[in-house]
């Protein structure tokens, strides 16, 4: 493939460009800077001569690469996120090269103690006399996934300064709020009217993944019995000593994040807040396996009622909601969305490194609302941290997969 790339220039501009998330605010976005990143994308869209690009009230952006083909080419969508992790800072964000990468610990140059160390970052060491890009130390980088949405612009890119390499109508969306498990809440799926999709969200160089967590939100209350401290004899029953009471009784070899890999589910006390009075716990709970997370949630207001106890005056609630379910439920419906993909990352002379992701994306709520949405490398890792990082040279192989994808679409038709 013949191309100047521009993904890595593009990526840096928008690196720079503050989109955290809020995961507190109850707005769509939940930030509104996440919306001065979608309005350069619709500027910089519509001077490429995409001349359909908008962003929404709740700063969705909507665009459509239009097909070129005379066959009958069914309209596939390409999405990637504008928001950034709320775990750590996105403002003043100073992309910094490593170029020729020597396979060395990186030190970033405003942080000393921030290290990327190729033996704990197995993939950095595969990345020798390449050209890696981090943050300087104090930020986060916004690869995940200011990546993914630099290297579908790329590709739009490519096909508008190639108009002979024929393809069927491409969808662009952006969304606001991946970060925080909102980014597909408000896609008008009939407005984007895209049969096929793919989030261009994933990690390793020719990662690709059509299997995602189920997942499901556990908000715990604790109510105590609260009284003045200097009377509170046989009277005062600390809610906060129940949830750290409760707290204690989870397992401690497995059931969570930190004990837990490759197919295992786990149990995650995400948030605490509260006093004597009222603790409010919320907890995720994932797993491969939609029937799993009843028996977890099942297990742990167990173990919550065991630990109430201790405290027979005080009361809590314990509310379950889903947030996600497993895209493969969706996907293994329709073959040749993965199918097409894989095949599209080898004709960019890559192996295929077939996954399932233990996590979310977009992708898993689009498939749910009837866009069958699989995720794509974007060269993404060490993500939501101050070591993350992203490969030059990943990002434009990432590029060149996204153009032979769209071209196995029009020439299956």
């Keep these: 493939m013949e191309h100047t790339f521009t993904v890595v220039d593009r990526f840096v501009r928008y690196a720079k ?9 109850e707005t769509t976005p939940s930030t509104e800077k996440q919306k001065d990143l979608s309005r350069l994308l619709v500027q910089e869209l519509l001077d490429l001569g995409v ?16 097909s070129n083909s005379p066959k009958k080419v069914p309209t596939i969508c390409f999405c990637s996120h504008v928001d950034t992790s709320p775990e750590s800072s996105g403002a003043n964000v100073n992309p910094t090269f490593h170029k020729n990468y020597d396979g060395s610990v990186i030190s970033l140059p405003m942080n000393a103690e921030v290290k990327i160390d190729p033996a704990e970052h197995p993939e950095l060491a595969t990345k020798v ?19 993914g949405v630099a290297e579908i612009m790329d590709m739009v890119a490519y096909f508008q300064a190639n108009p002979d390499q024929p393809h069927g109508d491409v969808r662009i969306l952006f969304t606001p709020d991946e970060e925080i498990g909102r980014g597909a809440d408000k896609v008008d799926i009939e407005k984007l009217g895209a049969k096929y999709g793919y989030t261009v969200d994933g990690e390793a160089l020719g990662s690709f993944e059509d299997e995602t967590f189920s997942a499901d939100m556990v908000k715990v209350i604790i109510r105590g019995v609260n009284t003045h401290p ?27 994040p930190e004990t837990t890999d490759k197919r295992e589910g786990f149990v995650h006390p995400y948030e605490m807040n509260g006093g004597v009075e009222s603790m409010e716990l ?8 939609d029937a799993d997370l009843a028996v977890y949630e099942a297990e742990l207001e167990g173990l919550l009622q065991t630990a109430m106890e201790a405290f027979p005056n005080s009361t809590y609630s314990f509310a379950a909601s889903a947030q996600y379910r497993n895209m493969k439920n969706v996907i293994d419906g329709c073959p040749e969305v993965s199918q097409f993909a894989k095949e599209a990352i080898e004709r960019t002379g890559l192996t295929v ?14 498939s749910f609302m009837g866009l069958p949405c699989p995720n794509i490398f974007a060269g993404e ?33």
């Design 17 to 25: 460009i503050d989109t955290q998330s809020d995961p507190h605010s």
């Design 51 to 66: 001349s359909d690009a908008e962003m929404d009230e709740h700063g969705y952006v909507y665009a459509t690469l239009k």
């Design 129 to 147: 006399g390449m050209d890696i890009i981090t943050s300087d130390g104090t930020t986060l980088l916004g690869a995940d996934n200011k990546a």
């Design 230 to 256: 200097g009377f509170a004899k046989d009277q005062m029953e600390s809610a906060l000593k129940a949830a750290s009471a409760f707290i204690d009784l989870l397992p401690k070899d497995g059931w969570s």
């Design 282 to 289: 919320i907890f995720i709970i994932r797993s491969f396996v």
């Design 353 to 366: 490194r077939a996954g399932s992701i233990r996590g979310g994306t977009d992708g898993s709520k689009l």
């Design 381 to 413: 890792h060490a993500f939501h941290s101050k070591m993350e990082w992203a490969c030059v040279q990943d990002m434009e192989k990432a590029v060149e997969t996204l153009v032979n994808l769209v071209q196995i679409w029009e020439e299956r038709s």
